[in-house]
């Protein structure tokens, strides 16, 4: 049986939701590699019993593991260290090599920091070298040390920021306190399946039938979730156990969602597009979107190895002046009509000099709706130089955000499908 | 003493990070708004028994309310009404009137999907109409019912999907159940102030001065965090109680940090300057940022009003071809320089005949650092046609996500500060 482990998220402002968890998502990955089952997250806010009462909660669950984020920072409220070794029945220590570290730490970063006082900045942050005894101390990245309690759970102490947290978990997994409290833990395989255009009722149905019909079904353990338009499919197994289920599971989902599904190996439609753009140039033109297809399309490191750049044609005089989309034709058939979608990816093609082009123009809302052209109604031109083009209007569900962001979502599958070759197939 | 819920977010998809929670910060926010003490937020996965665990957990600390998203789906891992039913000790039955309303919801969504099976889809929601006995019912807003069970705790059940679990909120609120589970709520006081530019070391000092001068410290609850390169400073409070405290942090906040303080009354860098472009018309040139600003700009209903459009210019052909930046310019100085932000930010200001313009270009990473310009430099230009430009080279800290998101924030506040004719302040 495999180890499992929780987390316990810390911190008012995540409580409160002022800012939005992305470490239990990130370490939960973490753990998933490592073949850890993760049970539980939990978020407190910076009251100390009930923080306490989370790490009572995961022992009472038995847990090997647990893993705390946020609260180690110079100011009053944070106190994670404090409950962990009160938790842990074990007294704070000053470390005097790490305060230190801390002090040449915060002396590089007052540099960037005009009009402050060093000894005041240092003092707010000698509180952070104060570790429990025995704990193992992991290295900052920012100015927060992390530290390692060896009990039953173990507990693993991160900083709140995602780049310092994730820059020191190398570390934390390395240490004799880590490896022997997950020891004895069972790798899993997993593989995803990707599915677009299709309701997550459909897959359903799908799964009833995979119950039904493939023997040793039961060995597998499916997920599905619909994220951004996209079905996904996500089965975990042990090792050699269920192989021929998964690949009668495939061999299922392929026959009876053979456009709909277009990843096997998990890669999301941004990895596919990125390799599909290899060698050529794309040009944006976007109205409703206004960047968010540019934004995705360069997330990637490399990304100008391939994407020329776009335009941001918000208003009508844009998409003239810098498009050269006709004032007749906008007026004849409406800013958001297929006829200035595709005139929109001609003058992207051509002002940018590339050989793909995508274009969006919709109505986002909450205003501009009429009876023929409701809100969430966005019209998509992708064209090629060599290829010929793909055009789309599609009626969006949602919010002003929603429909912008699932817009971004339907061009990413509209660029597959044409630079594969795949014209047809619904969206 | 005011009432106290907790939140369980349920869906293996969310505890294993495949999609991350948005709802519990969601409703934290009504919580607080409805005065009643966030207490705890746990995450689970589809294990039945680990829901019910947290269900027990929240019931033992004694919480007046739990609220669940998720697990209300057609799947056969969504089982949120069944764990709650048994938990609550009352028997699921079918509500046939509830059946109905939901097959006339789904025969309407089916339109959008083409060879679809309705009866299909149908069964696949049948359970969805099963509630348990004595709970009130809320409307779908998707196809999935939530439900409010009374009891010690009341149990709020609602689905996953945001805007679904957002479109039920109020009525989930109305319900008798909910009410009389909140009764004797105490209403706070809560105010928020925004800094940028600062250390959070630096704000650490600041409360402990505080502390030690302004009488009636101790009745305000401050939390601070930093989100984005900007300071949030929270103050929670019992109505009437403290108010002199808090007047007198304020000061004492104003007094030390006069640059820095920008909001103080929590609006957001974002609505200032929505309210400073007001009768203005603004143009993006974005290198780097690649229409995160143009992005960023827009995500307001009405910014039609003011936004002209963007040029995202990747490539140097497009700063040069696009934004009419000459290509000696670029030449001499590197594409990231403040000479070519001004450049970008004068060729938008005329491509789109715009009064205001900003411009970014700076290097994300994780390629395409320089010893001189180390990844996380970035330039940056705001310029007006009427109140001059003020320009700014920064080193940003972060991955190439960090730099680029970070990187709007930093202009956003260089808007700011040009419209509202402070030139000058750290940045």
Redesign the interface.
């Known amino acids: 049986m495999s180890a499992r482990a929780g987390i316990v998220v810390t911190?008012?402002?995540?409580?409160?939701?002022?800012?939005?968890?992305?470490n239990?998502?990130?370490?939960?990955?973490r753990l998933?590699e490592l073949g850890i089952e993760?049970?539980?997250?939990?978020?407190?806010?910076?009251?100390p019993e009930?923080m306490e009462?989370?790490l009572r909660?995961m022992a009472e669950?038995g847990v090997d593991l647990v893993i705390t984020s946020g609260g180690l920072?110079?100011?009053?409220?944070d106190m994670t260290v404090e409950v962990v070794a009160r938790f842990a029945g074990r007294p704070l220590v000053l470390d005097e090599a790490l305060e230190q570290r801390i002090a040449d730490i915060?002396r590089g970063?007052?540099q960037?920091?005009?009009?402050?006082?060093f000894d005041?900045?240092r003092?707010?942050?000698r509180k952070q070298a104060l570790v429990p005894e025995g704990a193992h101390v992991i290295n900052p990245v920012g100015?927060a040390p992390g530290v390692v309690v060896p009990g039953k759970p173990t507990v693993v102490v991160l900083p709140g920021?995602p780049?310092e947290l994730q820059g020191m978990w190398e570390e934390a997994v390395s240490t004799p306190a880590f490896q022997e409290a997950t020891a004895g833990r069972t790798d899993y395989e997993q593989d995803t399946l990707l599915l677009f255009?299709?309701?997550?009722?459909?897959?359903?149905?799908t799964?009833?039938v995979a119950?039904r019909e493939i023997d040793g079904f039961d060995r597998l353990e499916?997920?599905?979730?619909?994220?951004r338009g996209e079905v996904?499919v996500?089965t975990r197994r042990e090792p050699g156990e269920g192989e021929a289920a998964y690949a009668s599971l495939v061999e299922l989902i392929r026959s009876r969602h053979p456009r709909e599904l277009f990843s096997e190996d998990g890669s999301r439609v941004d990895d596919q597009v990125a390799a599909l753009l290899a060698g050529r140039r794309i040009a944006?033109a976007?109205s409703c979107?206004?960047?968010?297809?540019?934004?995705r399309?360069?997330?990637r490191?490399?990304?100008?190895g391939y994407?020329?750049?776009?335009?941001?044609?918000?208003?009508n005089?844009?998409k003239s002046?810098?498009l050269g989309v006709g004032p007749a034709l906008i007026e004849r058939h409406g800013a958001v009509s297929p006829e200035v979608a595709e005139a929109m990816a001609l003058g992207a093609l051509e002002?940018?000099?590339a050989d793909t082009a995508v274009a969006i123009t919709g109505i986002a809302?909450?205003?501009g709706g009429s009876k023929e052209k409701p809100v969430g109604t966005v019209s998509f031109c992708v064209s090629t130089t060599d290829r010929g083009s793909l055009a789309r209007d599609i009626?969006l569900?949602?919010?002003?955000?929603?429909v912008?962001e699932r817009s971004t979502t339907v061009a990413m599958h509209l660029l597959r499908r044409l630079l594969r070759g795949e014209e047809e197939g619904?969206l």
């Open positions: 911190g008012t402002e995540v409580l409160t939701g002022r800012i939005s968890d992305r239990g998502p990130w370490l939960s990955d998933l993760l049970a539980h997250i939990t978020i407190t806010g910076d009251r009930d009462a989370q909660f669950q920072g110079p100011t009053a409220d915060l970063l007052m960037r920091f005009r009009h402050w006082d005041a900045v003092a707010a942050n100015t920021p780049r255009g299709l309701p997550e009722s459909g897959m359903a149905e799964l009833r119950e499916i997920t599905t979730c619909l994220r996904e996500v944006t976007e979107t206004a960047g968010l297809m540019a934004a399309l360069t997330e490191p490399g990304s100008s994407v020329a750049g776009g335009v941001v044609a918000y208003g005089e844009a002046g810098l002002r940018f000099g809302g909450p205003g009626l569900p949602g919010g002003r955000a929603d912008r619904i």
